[in-house]
């Protein structure tokens, strides 16, 4: 399995940013799907996660109302849009696939994509 993420950048605090990634090499479908991030000298930390069939989400406080967590299982996607960015936001960001929602088993991790937030 492979997950390649894009879609991240340097923004200005306030602006928005739509992150990707492409799920390949088994069934997208089958897996819940999560989004992390990991900031300079900070612990990888879970900000959104989302069940196969797109139905049920779930945010960390601190992107809740600001951030929507989205999938399309036709194009082995999903996708984290964070608006309101701010400087403590920067961070490398990680889609992972596993078992997210009835426990929490996660199988694989994605090299991540780079969110810079300049204040």
């Known amino acids: 399995v492979q997950l390649q993420a894009s879609g991240g950048g340097l923004v200005q605090a306030g602006g928005s940013l739509r992150l990707s990634c492409v799920f390949a090499g088994s069934t997208f479908s089958s897996y819940d799907m999560a989004w992390f991030r990991q900031a300079p000298g900070k612990e990888r930390e879970f900000v959104a996660k989302i069940s196969r069939a797109g139905v049920t989400t779930y945010y960390a406080e601190s992107v809740k109302g600001r951030s929507v967590i989205s999938r399309d299982n036709a194009k082995n996607t999903v996708s984290l849009q964070v608006n309101r960015l701010k400087p403590e936001d920067t961070a490398v960001y990680y889609c992972?696939?596993?078992?997210?929602?009835?426990?929490?088993?996660?199988?694989?991790w994605g090299k991540g994509t780079q969110v810079t937030v300049s204040s």
């Open positions: 992972a696939a596993g078992v997210l929602f009835a426990a929490i088993r996660l199988d694989y």
